[in-house]
């Protein structure tokens, strides 16, 4: 019997309809373990009952959500229509200027008129949409005027361009926001350790069983990136990982030594937002490692006219979508295109992500484009690669370009499970005799978020504007 996580009590598969509910029984209902609306689609009805659902939807899930409006409301329209048009709900902070913007018709513009005056240079600028900037100009003018600057010169600036760094505006307002951002994260890592069987009264740092309500107790750390690979990837993630953004989850226990056992949750929001939760620091159970990954992007189907497919065709199209013709029932012609068209109606675009083979990918792509980098000049078969990714790659020093590479070399000799086994988990430092030492990672990022939060905070800022970067921006290049 399934129990539920915050009441304790059994759970029963809910009557069917018109079958009279038992008001002393609770009923199992599908969870989201990340948030439906920030894109989860992880379900489980062996979390919660209905009830304890409906109530952490209430003190968590409402408020949690709607601080990724900014991201969520553009990812909708993505989805919805690649070409959508202005999205006037989405603003921000243009970075060169410091102004407030916003979109229209995928174009950041000024979004209230102001003006400013450079007296050492004699000169204006006016921020303004260009609807209004007339009347602006006039009252510019006059003001110019009475104070004697009339042969100032005037700039106006009614749009930025499409390319430039905007900040889209988040979390400033919002009452209580490190409480909502915190509980957020305790709850999807709490859900996710439950579903994959973690007893409830180990799970000390997330859930106080007696009060049945789910807590926060210092137990909540940023990731930074540690490695050099890790630079490289998280620097570049946005053209890097080939489904960008995506959400992912990781557990896994880390031992520090017999006795010090911890449960660990990696929660990963949109390839941006990073944290690790700790559960408990006194874990005495299995050894665990299970990981969950997604696409956000919703997938529009694929449109195909089966009908019209030539005979030849039919087969190749059947095998790029996995359906194997020879199974239908009727095989005459008109019975193997039935049989096409009514297998692909039951295909369902895919979210889940296998992590191990995403992270492969990403690795091979940053390793051809240090090859790339290393070469004095490209030949055609590392044509291709992004020119953005090799730049930034060039920075590094050759001997630290090589250290590099034969790190990601060091990933796939060890086969492709190592990538997982390491992910988030733990890195290899030579100490002063020259021996590899295994570092927890999330040590690492603790020592460095208590000895300097500003590169915490920068790096934040930083994966911020790569999303905002790619909402605004990469998106929009068809
Ligand atoms: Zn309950």
């Not at 760094?165 to 009452?175: A, C, G, L, N, T």
């Not at 490289?232 to 993630?237: A, G, I, K, S």
């Not at 291709?384 to 590099?404: P, Q, T």
Request: hydrophobic letters at 35%; one cysteine or more.
């Amino acid at each position: 019997m399934d129990i539920c996580l915050l009441c304790d009590e059994p759970m029963h598969n809910k009557p069917n309809l018109g079958i009279a509910l038992d008001p002393s029984k609770k009923y199992k209902h599908k969870e989201h373990i990340i948030q439906n609306a920030i894109g989860g689609r992880l379900k489980s009805s062996t979390i919660l009952c209905e009830a304890c659902g409906g109530i952490l939807n209430t003190e968590i899930d409402i408020d949690f959500t709607k601080l990724f409006l900014p991201f969520t409301a553009r990812i909708n329209d993505l989805a919805k229509d690649r070409n959508a048009k202005a999205n006037t709900r989405l603003q921000g902070t243009h970075i060169g200027s410091n102004k407030q913007v916003k979109y229209v018709s995928k174009t950041p513009v000024p979004l209230r008129p102001s003006r400013e005056i450079n007296d050492a240079e004699e000169k204006v600028t006016i921020y303004c949409p260009k609807d209004i900037i007339d009347n602006f100009r006039k009252s510019v003018n006059k003001e110019l005027e009475e104070a004697h600057k009339q042969h100032y010169r005037i700039d106006e600036i009614y749009e930025f361009s499409q390319s430039e760094h905007v900040w889209i505006s988040f979390s400033k307002d919002v009452k209580d926001f490190n409480d909502k951002w915190k509980m957020g994260f305790i709850k999807i890592a709490t859900e996710f350790a439950y579903m994959h069987g973690v007893p409830k009264d180990q799970l000390i740092k997330t859930l106080d069983i007696t009060a049945k309500k789910l807590i926060f107790s210092n137990n909540l750390h940023p990731f930074v990136p540690v490695t050099a690979i890790d630079h490289l990837l998280e620097y570049n993630r946005n053209i890097i990982e080939r489904n960008y953004p995506s959400h992912t989850l990781h557990l896994y226990t880390q031992s520090y030594s017999e006795h010090d056992k911890h449960l660990i949750c990696y929660v990963e929001l949109f390839s941006t937002f990073q944290y690790y939760v700790v559960l408990t620091d006194t874990y005495n159970g299995p050894e665990v490692m299970q990981s969950y990954s997604q696409k956000i992007v919703t997938e529009k189907k694929i449109d195909l006219d089966i009908k019209e497919l030539q005979p030849k065709e039919l087969m190749q199209e059947a095998r790029s979508f996995g359906i194997n013709l020879s199974n239908a029932p009727d095989s005459s012609m008109e019975g193997v295109y039935d049989y096409f068209e009514k297998e692909f109606a039951k295909i369902q675009p895919v979210y889940e992500l296998d992590l191990k083979k995403e992270l492969s990918a990403s690795l091979e792509l940053l390793k051809m484009a240090i090859l790339k980098a290393n070469l004095p000049k490209s030949p055609s078969q590392y044509a291709g690669l992004n020119d953005e990714l090799a730049a930034f790659i060039a920075k590094f020093s050759k001997e630290d370009r090589r250290k590099i590479l034969l790190e990601t070399f060091d990933f796939f000799y060890n086969n492709e499970d190592y990538i997982i086994e390491r992910f988030r988990k733990l890195y290899f430092e030579n100490d002063s005799n020259g021996n590899r030492d295994r570092i927890s990672m999330i040590a690492k990022c603790i020592q460095i978020a208590a000895k300097d939060i500003k590169q915490v905070q920068d790096y934040g800022h930083e994966k911020f504007s790569f999303l905002s970067y790619f909402l605004n921006v990469q998106q929009n290049i068809e």
